[in-house]
């Protein structure tokens, strides 16, 4: 998984330089890094010609893109309904415990972040946890430890 | 006729495993003679997640549940004997079912929309023509777009996205507006924490969505579209793109479809995870490169929509009626639903209740079928309570309302709305008062804060929720939370703000006593807010086995050898864990 990042002009030269792409291209930032980072606000804007102040604004406003780095595994937890009304907080909590953060948080090795999301879309299986992409449906309390480990053994 | 060996490999069975079981068919089905080989599919959601990944031989009918690798042998060596029981569903009597049409879950379904999802592979362009894809388009291409709109008018068809506003009609909108360019939009948003169709249409039948996209564009003179998708749907994005590239090669897209003259291209733009982009004027912003907030609603995207010009948007499931309508006639459509809904809808069943999944059901089914017998009832023994419709623009059902004809003007009527398709079945467990708080704090993030009604008024009945939650609410605090509710609803912008309040308002007209409890007694009656309750162990039913000491993650809980153990109350934080490990349901929650 440590391939070599693309550079952000590698990733610029993809799209046309049209506003109607900023939100593309963030996204595409935000993959390759995990972050948009001042430089690269920078240079999206001037590809883009548009003020930097838009980019910032488009950075802040939609959830998923971040101004701070975000960990190598991203838990998500979701808390749409039907995992609210199935026990989705204190599978929450759990995580909370096992990764020693709060939501929003990245562990101080840079390894893991946590996020609470508005339904994936699995609700059949709630409660729903996602690590990077696999999903984990049915979350029984007690299972936290094991899909933590679970992801990051798949990488090894 | 070769045998097909259907596997379902939407986003449920996928996280189940099915991609496991895929290569388990390929690798054995290798050893078999040449001419029995049976053709593998992987195919869209079949609704019932929770019991994946699932299995269906054609032409048998025969559908197996829960299927692991270890059981590939076994289903390859009975095809042409016996099913394999032990994979087979088991119906309410305990008797296993061999085809779909007898399984509970499916026996009162009626698939429109869902017509080829979980039976044809939705990345392959020619399963969707052999199952009578882009027929529609071929006659809706030979048609006037005004006879279309007229055909689309006649079939009753409204949209699916929420608002009900009937598609034919928006679409004549447009039509009579001239322009130069005009926009054909799907939306594939869906931000209603809870649902998941256009997901499951998307992923597995996304031609049906395309082609419904192409017919619009014809029928109001669009020559450009955009597919707004959300990020996060990996699978529907996927297969949608793959869908335009087929599409493209075969001549449905691009320039002089099929030789009718008429050019269309269309692209996806993927979303940027704000449920308020979902807002067809947000939505467009979004597209354009903007910040997505809403604006005003008196310029109508039918004149002035994206870049300025004439646009139309229509939901992903409204879009996927529309070949059908075309190819069987608005008057076989019509004929399926209420006076006033026709068609079907596709819900998502979700919450406490025995079979949860994607179901497809006539207008005008009623809640108690769509519960107790498509869902199988509540699990646990335990009692029905309410049903959320509308998600967080709507309200709950109570029990007292189940039989309930479920369309778009029965739910308005009861101070909820069909929205997009949501349902969440809520048991005793569930505590109204915390869903209201819950449904307010997602309201509270999602508002994109442009106007003061909204950002404002949510936030400060938020804050009265939570204050009623944790035991420290007044009784004065409901006639402030109905007062803001009015002004909210009242005066926001968009329908966001508008509607926000209906959760607290309809939470309060059937479960007042519930919102009394917190106030006046301290107490929550479901068990659910932590403030209010604590965990105890009734020492005659303990059997000192000790597995909530080793669960507990506070170490709140003692014993020693031969005596009923104890929680702490200072040290419990009332994270569950005990209760349901014990075994012997020696802990209660007071
Ligand atoms: C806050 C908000 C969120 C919405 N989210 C969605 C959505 O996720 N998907 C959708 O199709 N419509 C959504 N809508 C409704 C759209 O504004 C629009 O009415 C709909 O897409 C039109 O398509 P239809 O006529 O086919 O229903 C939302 C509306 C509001 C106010
Ligand atoms: S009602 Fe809420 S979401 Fe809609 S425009 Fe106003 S602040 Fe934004
Ligand atoms: S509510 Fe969690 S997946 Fe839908
Ligand atoms: S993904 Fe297989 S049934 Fe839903």
Redesign the interface.
Same mark, same amino acid.
């Given at each position: 998984m440590n391939d070599k990042k693309r550079s952000i002009e590698e990733i610029l030269i993809t799209f046309p330089s /049209?506003?109607?792409?900023? &939100?593309?291209i963030l996204?595409e930032v935000q993959k390759e890094y995990k972050y948009i980072s001042p430089d690269n606000l920078k240079a999206i804007s001037n590809y883009l010609a548009i003020p930097i102040s838009?980019i910032f604004?488009?950075a802040t406003?939609?959830?998923?893109?971040s101004l701070e780095k975000k960990g190598e595994f991203i838990i998500k937890v979701c $808390? %749409?309904? /039907?995992?609210?009304? #199935?026990?989705s907080l204190?599978v929450l909590?759990?995580v909370k415990?096992a990764l020693n953060i709060n939501e929003g948080e990245t562990t101080p090795d840079g390894l893991f972040s946590l996020e609470i999301?508005?339904?994936?879309? /699995?609700?059949?299986? /709630?409660p729903v946890v996602i690590c990077n992409? $696999? =999903?984990?449906?049915?979350v029984?309390?007690?299972k936290a430890k094991e899909i933590i480990n679970s992801c990051v053994k798949a990488v090894d | 006729m070769t045998k097909k060996i259907l596997v379902c490999c939407g986003?449920?069975c996928?996280?189940?495993g099915s991609q496991a079981l895929v290569d388990q068919f390929y690798l054995e089905t290798k050893k078999l003679d040449v001419n029995i080989i049976p053709q593998i599919k992987e195919t869209g959601c079949n609704g019932?997640?929770?019991n994946g990944p699932m299995v269906t031989i054609v032409p048998a009918h025969i559908t197996y549940y829960k299927v692991q690798p270890k059981d590939v042998s076994d289903i390859l060596e009975s095809l042409d004997k016996e099913p394999v029981t032990r994979l087979l569903y088991k119906d309410d009597s305990g008797k296993p079912v061999t085809s779909k049409e007898e399984n509970p879950f499916y026996a009162l379904q009626h698939k429109i929309v869902l017509r080829n999802t979980g039976v044809i592979d939705p990345s392959c362009f020619n399963d969707y023509l052999e199952a009578g894809g882009y027929v529609g388009l071929t006659k809706a291409l030979a048609m006037e777009p005004i006879k279309i709109i007229e055909e689309v008018e006649k079939s009753g068809l409204r949209g699916r996205g929420g608002g009900g506003f009937s598609t034919g009609l928006k679409w004549r909108s447009c039509h009579e507006i001239t322009g130069e360019f005009k926009y054909m939009l799907c939306n594939g948003d869906?931000? $209603?924490?809870?649902?998941?169709m256009d #997901?499951?249409i998307m992923e597995g039948d996304p031609h049906s969505v395309l082609e419904g996209l192409i017919i619009g564009a014809y029928a109001i003179g669009s020559h450009y579209g955009f597919l707004y998708i959300r $990020?996060?749907?990996?699978l529907a994005l996927k297969h949608m793109q793959k869908a335009i590239d087929d599409a493209k090669a075969n001549g449905y897209l691009g320039n002089n479809i099929l030789g009718s003259g008429f050019n269309f291209s269309c692209e996806i733009?993927?979303g940027? %995870?704000?449920?308020v982009c979902g807002e067809s004027s947000a939505l467009m912003a979004?597209?354009?490169? #903007?910040?997505?907030e809403p604006r005003v609603k008196y310029i109508r995207s039918v004149e002035k929509g994206l870049f300025d010009s004439p646009t139309v948007l229509s939901n992903v499931e409204s879009l996927a009626n529309i070949p059908y309508i075309m190819t069987n006639g608005a008057e076989n459509f019509a004929s399926i639903g209420t006076k006033g809904s026709k068609g079907t809808k596709v819900f998502?069943l979700?919450?406490?209740v025995n079979r949860? %999944?994607?179901i497809e059901v006539p207008m005008g089914i009623t809640l108690r079928q769509l519960i107790f017998q498509i869902g199988g009832g509540i699990p646990n023994g335990k009692k029905f309570k309410a049903a959320?419709t509308g998600?967080p623009s709507g309200g709950c059902i109570p029990e007292e309302l189940l039989d309930l004809e479920i369309d778009f003007d029965s739910l308005k009527e009861k101070g909820s709305i069909m929205g997009s398709g949501?349902i969440?079945v809520?048991d005793e467990n569930?505590c109204m008062v915390e &869903?209201a708080r =819950?449904?307010m704090k997602?309201l509270t993030e999602e508002s994109?804060g442009k106007c003061t009604p909204c950002r404002e008024g949510l936030r400060a009945m938020l804050d009265i929720l939570t204050r009623i939650c944790e035991g420290k609410g007044e009784l004065s605090d409901l006639d402030l939370l109905e007062e803001l509710a009015y002004v909210t609803s009242e005066a926001s912008l968009c329908e966001l703000g508008k509607t926000a309040p209906n959760p607290v308002l309809s939470s309060l007209k059937y479960f007042r006593d519930e919102y009394l409890a917190h106030i006046v007694d301290k107490r929550c009656p479901a068990g659910v807010c932590p403030k209010l309750i604590k965990y105890e162990i009734i020492p005659d039913k303990c059997k000192f086995c000790g597995l909530c000491v080793k669960?507990c993650?506070v170490e709140a809980i003692t014993g020693k050898p031969k005596t009923p153990y104890i929680i702490n109350q200072n040290k419990c934080?009332r994270? %569950?864990?005990c209760k349901?490990?014990c075994a012997f349901e020696a802990i209660y929650v007071e």
């Open positions: /049209a506003k109607r792409f900023s &939100l593309a996204q838009d604004s488009m406003y939609y959830k998923s893109l $808390d %749409g309904t /039907a995992c609210h009304i #199935r026990g204190s909590d759990e415990r999301v508005n339904c994936v879309g /699995a609700c059949a299986m /709630a992409q $696999d =999903y984990f449906g049915n029984k309390l007690g | 986003t449920g996928l996280a189940n019932f997640c929770e869906e931000g $209603d924490p809870g649902a998941f #997901r499951s $990020d996060e749907y990996g733009v993927r940027g %995870g704000a449920f979004s597209i354009e490169g #903007r910040v997505g998502s979700v919450g406490n949860t %999944g994607l959320q998600g949501g969440i809520m569930t &869903l =819950y449904y997602f994109c669960v993650p934080i994270c %569950g864990n349901s490990t």
